[in-house]
Each structure stands twice: as C-alpha cells, then as structure tokens.
C-alpha cells in the first residue's frame, strides 16, 4: 500500500511541476486535479509531456506616421573665404619672405601703396614673370592665384 501511495504522489508531483506557470481557461479543471483522479496516475504511468509554458511577450505597437522619414538635412556649404582672405593667405605662403609682413617691405619693395604705383595687370606680369631680384611665380601659382592676389594688392593705395 506504501508502494501506491508513494507512485501516486510522485505522479501527481511531476504532473503539477509540468502545469506550473500554464494558464488554463476558465472552467477547465487545471492538468494536476485531472491526473490525480486518472487511473493511468494510479497505475503508475507517466502521462505524456506537455509543450513547455507559454510565456507571454510584450506587445509591440508600431508608430504610424503620415509623412514619409525625413533624411537628415544636408550640412550647408562651408562659407568660401573672401578673396582678401585668399589673397592674404597667398601673400604669407609666397611674398612676405622678401615683402615682410603688412607689406612694408624688406629685401623686396614696400607693397603697402603698390595700387597707386602699378595697375592690375602690371602686377600680374611682375608675379608671373618677376623681375629684378625677384623670382617669377607663374609655375608656382594658378592663374586663379595670381589674379586674387594681383587685385588685393591693386587696392593696396
């Protein structure tokens, strides 16, 4: 009588064990009361597994939106410097060697009222060409270049 005792409380141990955390619907009986009045229990035969706990997710809920995903707006174009601002950057990488800085002049000429002296265009052909002591720059300077620098130094009166 031990023996029946001990094999029914051990099946109806594992069956309550394989319910834990199973929902059951309202009025059905929940899998452990079921086992332990079936005579398969009594008899001592396991009853078939059942699928592992259903375990609920959360829901997800997707955001709807009328208008269409914006891309990132595009970085604006960096601001150009002026072309005195390129023009001075051109005289500090080739002439204030010889011109010094603020144009005053050192082993070159005074350039601080050159404007007054020489036109645009003579400018430009004493840059490309040089002259004198000074070296031409038109294999190391863009036409570009030479033109920016050339009207900066013009106004220079």
């Not at 997707?62 to 595009?74: L, Q, R």
Request: proline content about 11%; charged content about 15%; overall charge positive.
């Amino acid at each position: 009588m031990q023996k029946g005792c001990a094999a029914l409380w051990i099946a109806a141990a594992a069956i309550g064990l394989a319910g834990c955390g199973k929902v059951t619907p309202e009025g059905a009986a929940a899998p452990s009361a079921l086992a332990a009045s079936s005579p398969s229990a009594a008899a001592g035969t396991a009853a078939p597994s059942a699928a592992p706990p259903a375990v609920p997710s959360p829901a997800v809920t997707p955001v709807a939106s009328a208008e269409p995903t914006a891309k990132p707006a595009a970085a604006p174009p960096a601001a150009s410097p002026s072309p005195a601002a390129k023009a001075e950057e051109l005289y500090r990488g080739s002439c204030i060697g010889c011109h010094a800085a603020e144009l005053k002049g050192g082993f070159g000429p005074n350039l601080q009222q050159v404007g007054s002296r020489k036109t645009k265009d003579q400018i430009i052909r004493q840059i490309e060409q040089g002259g004198g002591d000074m070296p031409g720059f038109g294999g190391k300077l863009s036409k570009e270049q030479i033109d920016i620098l050339a009207s900066w130094l013009s106004q220079q009166k």
